[in-house]
């Protein structure tokens, strides 16, 4: 299994970025797949996560911002992440989990269980 994320970068407060997460060897149309962040000193939390069925979860500090979307044909995952506020900065982690529903993988997705990616940087200033 590999996720590679992309799309990170610095941005000022109030603006956009996409966060891409490219998936490969497994099946990823049945997966549930997510978007975790992690600031320094901080817990790795759930973000936003969207199982088989496109059922979609995200955590309260995102919701109304973020948007989160797959697209099976590419096997790519996508945040869409919109008035970023300077507490967004974290790494940004894509996760995959055969067993999770999405709401469920907010919550208690958390690594070794699961697939990960290493990160992408997300800085809002």
């Known amino acids: 299994v590999q996720l590679v994320e992309s799309g990170g970068g610095s941005v000022q407060a109030g603006g956009s970025l996409r966060l891409s997460c490219q998936a490969s060897?497994?099946?990823?149309?049945?997966?549930?797949m997510g978007w975790f962040r992690q600031a320094p000193g901080k817990e790795r939390e759930g973000v936003a996560a969207?199982?088989?069925?496109?059922?979609?979860a995200y955590a309260d500090s995102v919701k109304g911002r973020f948007t989160v979307s797959r697209d099976n044909a590419k096997n790519t995952l996508y945040l869409e992440m919109n008035h970023l506020k300077p507490e967004d900065t974290a790494m940004y982690y894509c996760?995959?989990?055969?067993?999770?529903?999405?709401?469920?993988?907010?919550?208690?997705?958390?690594?070794?269980?699961?697939?990960w990616g290493q990160g992408t940087q997300v800085t809002v200033s």
């Open positions: 996760a995959a989990s055969a067993h999770l529903t999405a709401i469920q993988a907010l919550g208690i997705l958390r690594p070794p269980v699961g697939y």
């Open positions: 060897e497994f099946t990823y149309s049945s997966y549930c």
């Open positions: 969207i199982d088989a069925d496109g059922i979609t």
